[in-house]
T-cell receptor, first 111, second 113 residues
Framework: GQNIDQPTEMTATEGAIVQINCTYQTSGFNGLFWYQQHAGEAPTFLSY????GLEEKGRFSSFLSRSKGYSYLLLKELQMKDSASYLC????????????FGTGTQLKVEL | DGGITQSPKYLFRKEGQNVTLSCEQN?????MYWYRQDPGQGLRLIYY???????QKGDIAEGYSVSREKKESFPLTVTSAQKNPTAFYLC????????????FGPGTRLTVL
């Protein structure tokens, strides 16, 4: 099976930078996704990493180290609307595009 | 507009009754998925289907059933055998291409009284 760990909660200040970590243990790793989910709503796709390194997309960046089983999501210039849960999900070989999700990190952005 | 629809948004049922949740997509995706989310938790996979007329159990399939008779539709039945059915249910779909992201519907919040 897979094991995915994320911090449960984080708090940050508007305008600041925050890094949300995700560690995983799995066999047959074949990609890692980050999703954003506002309370009571559907998750929305943020980023996908399958090779080591940094992927940048506007205010959001995601990093992957396969040898360490580690990823992070970096959010810059935080806005109040970034208050949400951030879900890390892992894809494994042979499962199509089936994902296993972590429990999510609830981010609260304060003034 | 392409997307995924789930209906209804809120559903109430009495204990012991089966209930079917609808999921339709017009994204021409081959794969579809059902997840359950409990308060403060991540998503847990119930069933998934990679192609029409085929589906596989996920991590928590007990007490649930699905069908995939059409590419666009993947209904989920919550049976009376599911011990704790009250939850937020999310349907998703994805293309078959490796690494394709999953697109989610708005979800159905099921409450069993």
């Amino acid at each position: 099976g897979q094991n995915i760990d994320q911090p449960t909660e984080m708090t940050a200040t508007e305008g600041a930078i925050v890094q949300i970590n995700c560690t995983y243990q799995t066999s047959g790793f074949n990609g890692l996704f980050w999703y954003q989910q506002h309370a009571g709503e559907a998750p929305t796709f943020l980023s996908y990493n399958v090779l080591d390194g940094l992927e940048e997309k506007g205010r959001f960046s995601s990093f992957l180290s396969r040898s360490k089983g580690y990823s992070y999501l970096l959010l810059k210039e935080l806005q109040m609307k970034d208050s949400a849960s951030y879900l890390c999900a892992v894809r494994v070989t042979g499962g199509g595009n089936k994902l296993t999700f972590g429990t999510g990190t609830q981010l609260k952005v304060e003034l | 507009d392409g997307g995924i629809t789930q209906s209804p948004k809120y559903l109430f049922r009495k204990e012991g009754q089966n209930v079917t949740l609808s999921c339709e997509q017009n994204l021409n995706h081959d794969a579809m998925y059902w997840y359950r989310q409990d308060p403060g938790q991540g998503l847990r996979l119930i069933y998934y289907s990679q192609i029409v007329n085929d589906f596989q159990k996920g991590d928590i399939a007990e007490g649930y059933s699905v069908s995939r008779e059409k590419k666009e539709s993947f209904p989920l039945t919550v049976t009376s055998a599911q011990k704790n059915p009250t939850a937020f249910y999310l349907c998703a779909s994805s293309a078959s291409r490796q690494g394709s992201e999953q697109f989610f519907g708005p979800g159905t919040r099921l409450t069993v009284l």
